[in-house]
């Protein structure tokens, strides 16, 4: 029981040490799958971008370096809009599985004059177009090395095939109303063709052959060039499982979904609201606490001071300040309870040496402006800190540093603190 | 009912098995055995109910101080019971890990002689440093009994009341050393006399230098002639003793401003423990009270015990409250306490509003009968205020600091008019201060 619970909390300590870097690792892979999800087009069997082995993208780059245009398709509403822009240009319809729509079925099948390739490895586009005829799917040829080589033919009425000469890619084989090209053998229907001329277009069996893998092998390459590169533009549509659909009926995404997806989410709801009820019950009731009242200091001061400056109070403010400084002044060279403000002047003056006129009319300054009160407070400040310096250096010792603020505001008249700082005097030389 | 994380993770794992067979009746088959697993295990989970819980008995602590709550859990259920419990202790009670676990035995013993009967109780220790002063509390304390599973189980909770009592920090205390070595220089213990400390005739001694010459007995120093000279006598004086030194604190809504970092209250506490300790120090005898409209607290020089542990226990559970002191009753409460000439300090605040309405009517009673000193905090903020000029906002800001302390100022020498001892400091100042302020009084016989 000891070892378990030791595991356990073990694994929970470790689990709270590792818990940044758990995190990192499962949003690292999260991202990774997700960019994975974003790049999955490159990755398309006989995608014009995939550079895999089973891809396209060695023949669209020949093509391009050959000022072919490929437009790409991915539905049939886009292939048909190409179509009408660029009313010359071959149509290359790739099935890889899936087959456009019935629409654009009848429209390959009542083409006019545009060159179309149809691709298909299997018998679903062969079918979705000629269901009963008069072509018809013949069986896989596998391929397999230049041993299997398909010939063109003698009778192949296709210029490009002929020129290609053979293929060896695997694919599919059809029998056609008309001479083929590529002839091979199926072993369950005898002679059938690869390249087939069809109503549509040509219905080619291999395009396994265009592979960024096989396109150099046998006569794939010339084939490719002499199909696709005859024009400036091409239009390569690949057909995907929406196009079957109508126009007007879009599927549902839960259609495409596996199966346990809507239970699992379900499930998960379920979880969810487990969890509500786990991490939502309290240990036990909340606790309160009685706060005591409390209000900041100098909140009577703060507010007085906002007032006088909302009401622009230069005069009041001005002779506040000029009061307090006297009666600072008149404690700092100790003239008495209430002295006289001219003998206060004269005292100051002499204290600092200088003319007391001049005090006089720094005293009854009368600032009008918020500047002038500024420099009018400053000065006053000064004149008292001048004050106390000369004090200081006249009777040194006499007060201790900031006495005429703190020490004598505390209640004790400058007679009592010297014979304080005697008695403490007595003590260190006692100690 | 709780239902725990492991119950979460089992309903999360079980997903796997939705995803392997996705059908209505699979989510209603997990669903009902998550239901099944919750109620099995609740049903066995030893009853939280069943239990008795008993606190035992905190000892005071000062603020600042670490302690221990203790609590005992008797097991009276017949399953065993496992789980958490949780002591509802207040956010200022400073409680480390208010949920720890819980292991309990059966109650009733299967086994010889009641072997089990070891295991039937449990201690649970809860780790506090209060942050507050007063009496914290915890209203209660919240079982939780999981199953065997531990999946689901039951909570209860026990409301049975603890309490800890947080005394005031005294901080001064470290000020109290050196002003009982004053206290011991009046006293004549020591060789420096003081001139004019106490009235009160002491002892005849030889004379050292540093002595004041008017101490000496120059009778005695007749008597004591020998033949190698004159042997100089002093008089020794002795300070009085057995004084009354009255302490009143004034709780109302002044003392809920805060300077610095504390109420004026708390400030007014610490200088009223140390002149508390220093007085009951030199032989005087101490009475506290506080008040606002009424009294609100009282510690009696009379009452048995430490007076300084008095004072402390009853200022702990004071907390300002908003109304306007009720200083017309302080010659009452005075008198109640003692007819005679007593040291009354009243620490309170210098504002002028609650002063001039409030004491300045009773101070003729009170300055007759009695010597009053007046305590009471200073805001550095208003002198900090008061120096900052530098823009138009501060210098209206400095005026308006000003204008309090000219009022400040007016009130102080209203007092001293009146005879009253006007002590205003610092919050950490004025402790020592007002001791220096006794000593002062002391020294000079006028207690």
Redesign the interface.
């Known amino acids: 029981m000891t070892t378990t619970a030791t595991l356990g909390s073990t694994l929970r300590n470790g689990f709270q040490r590792w818990q940044f870097w758990l995190l990192l690792l499962i949003l690292g892979l999260l991202s990774v799958a997700l960019i994975q999800s974003l790049n999955d087009e490159d990755m398309d069997r006989f995608g014009l971008q995939n550079t895999a082995l089973d891809g396209y993208a060695a023949l669209a780059g020949v093509l391009e370096e050959q000022e072919v245009q490929i437009h790409q398709a991915a539905s049939a509403e886009i292939a048909r809009d190409l179509m009408t822009e660029h009313p010359e240009a071959p149509l290359v319809v790739l099935s890889t599985g899936d087959v456009p729509d019935a629409a654009f079925n009848e429209g390959l099948r009542e083409r006019d004059q545009r060159p179309v390739v149809l691709l298909s490895e299997g018998p679903e586009l062969l079918t979705a177009l000629y269901p009963e005829g008069p072509a018809s799917y013949a069986g896989t040829h596998p391929g397999g090395g230049s041993s299997a080589a398909l010939e063109a033919g003698a009778q192949c009425p296709v210029d490009a095939a002929v020129n290609a000469a053979t293929v060896q890619a695997p694919g599919a084989l059809f029998f056609g109303d008309a001479p083929g090209c590529f002839i091979g053998f199926s072993e369950d229907a005898g002679e059938a063709q690869m390249l087939i001329e069809t109503d549509a277009g040509l219905l080619f069996g291999g395009p396994a052959a265009f592979t960024n893998q096989n396109i150099t092998d046998a006569g794939h390459a010339a084939l490719a060039l002499w199909l696709f590169g005859a024009e400036d533009d091409l239009i390569w549509y690949t057909p995907m499982g929406v196009d079957t659909l109508d126009d007007q009926q879009w599927a549902s995404p839960m259609d495409f979904l ?3 997806v ?3 989410a ?3 709801l ?2 969810v609201l ?2 509500m ?2 991490l939502g ?1 309290r ?3 909340v ?4 706060l ?18 909302s009401a622009n ?1 230069v005069a ?3 002779r ?2 000029r ?2 400084h006297l ?1 600072r002044l008149a404690r700092l060279l100790r003239l008495g ?1 209430a002295p006289q403000e001219a003998s206060i002047i004269a005292a100051a003056a002499r204290q600092v040496r200088r003319d007391p006129a001049q005090l006089e009319g720094l005293l009854a300054q009368q600032p009008r402006r ?2 002038e ?2 420099a009018y ?2 000065s006053l ?1 000064q004149l008292e800190d001048e004050v106390q310096r000369a004090a200081l250096n006249h009777h040194p010792g006499a007060h201790s540093a900031g006495g005429a ?2 020490g004598l ?4 008249t400058s007679t ?1 603190r010297t ?2 700082n005697r ?1 403490q005097g ?2 260190t030389s ?2 | 009912m ?4 492991r ?2 993770y089992v ?2 794992g ?2 796997a098995v ?3 067979f ?3 009746g ?2 209603l088959g ?2 009902v055995l ?1 239901i099944l697993l919750a109620a099995v295990d609740m049903v066995l989970a030893g009853s939280p109910r069943s239990v008795r819980v008993e606190r035992v008995p905190t000892a005071e602590v000062r603020l600042g101080q670490a302690t221990t709550a203790s609590t005992t859990v008797y097991q009276a259920g017949s399953r065993p019971l496992r789980g ?1 419990v ?1 002591d ?5 009670a400073g409680a480390r890990a ?2 720890s676990p819980i292991r309990l035995g059966p109650g009733r013993s299967n086994g010889p002689n009641g072997s089990a009967a070891r295991i039937q109780t449990a201690r649970i220790e809860t780790a506090l440093r209060p942050t ?1 002063r007063g009496d914290l509390h ?5 079982l ?1 009994s999981i199953g065997p599973l531990g999946l689901a189980g039951r ?1 209860v ?1 026990h409301r049975v009341r603890h309490t800890l009592r947080v005394l005031p920090p005294f901080h001064s205390r470290r000020h109290l050393p ?1 002003k009982l ?2 206290l011991r ?1 009046l006293d004549g213990a ?1 060789a ?1 006399q ?1 001139r004019g400390a106490g009235h009160e005739f002491d002892s005849l001694r030889d004379y050292v230098r540093g002595d004041d010459v008017r101490s000496i007995d120059w009778r005695a120093t007749a008597r004591r002639q020998s033949s190698q000279g004159q042997h100089l006598v002093v008089r020794t004086w002795r300070p009085e003793r057995d004084r009354r030194v009255i302490i009143a604190l004034d709780s109302s ?1 002044t003392s ?5 970092d504390e ?2 209250l708390d400030s007014g506490m610490e200088a009223a423990l140390l002149l508390g300790a220093l007085a009951a120090g030199a032989g005087d005898r101490v009475d506290y009270f506080s008040f606002d409209r009424g009294l609100s607290s009282q510690a009696r020089s009379g009452m048995r015990g430490d007076l300084l542990h008095q004072m402390a226990e009853a200022m702990s559970t004071v ?4 109304v306007e002191a009720d200083f017309s009753q302080l010659p009452g409460q005075i008198r109640a306490i003692s007819s005679q000439r007593s040291l009354l300090v009243v620490l309170t605040s210098l504002d002028s509003g609650s002063l001039e309405e409030g004491l300045l009517p009773v101070l003729p009673a009170l300055t007759q009968r009695h010597l009053v000193v007046l305590a009471a905090v ?6 900090r ?3 900052a ?5 501060e ?12 009022e400040k ?1 007016a009130l ?2 209203q007092l001293a008019s009146l005879g009253v ?6 919050p950490h ?1 004025l402790p020592p ?1 007002l001791a ?2 006794y000593i ?1 009084l002391k ?1 000079s016989g006028r207690l």
């Open positions: 596996p199966d346990w809507v239970p699992l379900w499930w998960l379920l979880c487990v969890m009820l786990v019950r240990p036990g009731p606790v309160g606490e009685p005591p009242v409390q209000v900041p200091g100098a909140e009577t001061a703060e507010g007085r001071g906002r007032m006088y400056q109070a009041p403010s001005a506040t300040l009061s307090a009666i309870a918020n500047s009160l500024v407070a400053q400040a603020r703190d505001g505390a209640g004790q009592d014979h304080l008695q007595k003590n006692n100690d | 709780v239902l725990t994380r119950f979460l309903a999360l079980l997903s939705v995803v392997v996705p059908a209505p699979t989510l997990c669903a998550l958490q949780k509802g202790w207040q956010p200022s208010q949920i507050r915890s209203e209660h304390l919240s939780r909570q909770t050196s070595q004053r220089e020591t420096v003081i809504r809920a401003v805060r300077i610095e109420p004026r907390e300002p409250r908003l200073r805001d550095p903020e208003l002198d205020r008061a120096r000029r530098e823009t138009a906002g210098v209206y800001r400095a005026a308006a600091a000003e204008r309090a302390l000219i100022e102080r020498r001892e006007v002590v205003e400091a610092a100042q201060q220096d302020t002062r020294a």
